[in-house]
């Protein structure tokens, strides 16, 4: 495994999937030979099995993306017309859709600066006889702060606490696994996570009716096209070889001739503009799981390398006085991505970062529903942090 060097940073592409490998590649191409495998269940299986029993819960169930999890979870939970789910003052529109798309209506509770999740007051504040749920996100793989008084409040008004942990797979909080502390969880294996199947997720629960009502779900949908699954390991290998392979920058019009026909979108249109995706209501299919089971066993390691590029980004911008995330002592941090805090016209345009850094930045999240630009009143610092928060990568490797 690489290390990472500041010093030739300028010179680096940053590694978005830096837990895809060759092995990953003999794996995509190996199923790309053999579509009619493809429907069988069996890895997805042994893929949540692995899960659940690393985090301790009963059952976890595949889906083909953290949102259709959790289009799921709202499912299982029979939200609908006149429910009020209470989510962060910052999240993305993808997670209000899995709701939306149910009927429910979201509610945004304001964030905290120190880690940008949830404020537990302003939880507080947002509740009414029609909460049915609260959304306890680990934004950019910082624990929430608050995440024991969310518990406790949620548990005292006798709500559903649902856990993204999208961002924060391997992180924990006072030495337990984030994923845990819900009612039911879930998490993603979208081509910008913690692992990489393109486009996959996850929900855990020990529930015993959320895993009934999940596991009644899983079994009445569909698996998706086949030309879809084409396309995630066309896009996977696409991947590999333009933002991990040692020689992935002068292999880029290569991977683009060879790839480039079929790469599929990490938000179609129809979930720009609000409307049903089918996506949301596909089970995982057997080749994600057999990628999803692989990723699993080797991502570990790969979480004190990006701490170690956390700690140098901090260092970074606090020479340059500049705001970051500040997690609590007992909190490790996934870091997903590293949030920096700078001027709004600093976010606005990012080309002094390109020339400084020789990359781009990370701009989520744009708006409380990114990248939705919808009015949202009553969050004043989920605005704020929005107009002012860059993210860096950290999978900064050199091999
Ligand atoms: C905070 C958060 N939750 C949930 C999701 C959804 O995960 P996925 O991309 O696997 O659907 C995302 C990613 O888009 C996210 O950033």
Redesign the pocket.
């Known amino acids: 495994m690489g290390r990472l060097i500041m010093a030739r940073v300028k010179k680096l592409t940053p590694i978005m999937c830096n837990t895809l490998g060759p092995d990953d590649v003999r794996i995509a191409e190996a199923l790309l030979a053999s579509p009619d495998a493809w429907d069988d269940p069996a890895p997805v299986r042994e893929a949540e099995n692995w899960l659940a029993a690393w985090l301790g819960l009963d059952q976890a169930f595949g889906f083909m993306?953290?949102?259709?999890?959790?289009y799921a979870i709202a499912r299982a939970l029979n939200l609908s017309q006149g429910d009020e789910v209470i989510v962060p003052g910052l999240?993305?529109q993808?997670?209000v859709n899995a709701f939306e798309y149910n009927g429910a209506t979201c509610v945004h509770a304001d964030i905290e600066e120190e880690t940008f999740n949830m404020d537990s007051r302003q939880l507080a504040a947002k509740l009414t006889p029609r909460t049915r749920a609260v959304l306890l996100?680990h934004?950019f793989g910082v624990p929430a702060r608050d995440t024991r008084a969310i518990v406790a409040l949620a548990r005292k008004h006798n709500i559903t606490i649902i856990e993204?942990v999208?961002?924060g797979l391997g992180g924990r909080l006072q030495g337990r696994k984030l994923g845990t502390f819900g009612d039911v969880s879930?998490f993603?294996?979208?081509r910008?996570?913690m692992i990489n199947t393109i486009?996959?997720?996850f929900a855990a629960t020990s529930d015993p009716a959320i895993r009934k009502g999940l596991a009644d779900i899983q079994n009445q949908s569909p698996f998706p096209p086949t030309e879809k699954i084409r396309d995630i390991l066309t896009t996977l290998l696409f991947c590999y070889y333009t933002k991990v392979h040692p020689d992935r920058v002068s292999r880029f019009d290569w991977a683009m001739k060879k790839y480039g026909h079929s790469l599929i979108a990490?938000?179609t249109d129809l979930e720009f503009k609000g409307l049903f995706e089918p996506m949301y209501g596909c089970r995982m299919s057997g080749p994600i799981g057999t990628l999803a089971l692989n990723q699993l066993q080797k991502f570990e390691p790969f979480i004190p390398l990006r701490q170690a590029a956390a700690r140098k980004w901090e260092t970074w911008a606090r020479g340059r006085g500049y705001g970051t995330s500040h997690p609590g002592p007992d909190a490790y941090c996934t870091w997903l991505r590293f949030p920096v805090i700078v001027p709004e016209p600093l976010k606005a345009d990012t080309t002094w970062i390109e020339d400084e850094l020789g990359m781009e930045p990370g701009v989520?999240f744009q708006s409380p529903c990114?990248p939705q630009e919808r009015v949202i009143p009553g969050i004043p610092t989920g605005w704020k942090i929005a107009r002012t928060v860059i993210n860096l990568p950290t999978g900064l490797w050199v091999e």
Not at 65 to 70: E, K, V
Request: charged content about 15%.
């Open positions: 993306g953290g949102r259709a999890a959790l999240t993305c993808v997670v996100q934004t993204d999208a961002h879930f993603s294996t979208e910008t996570k486009h996959g997720g990490q938000m989520w990114h």
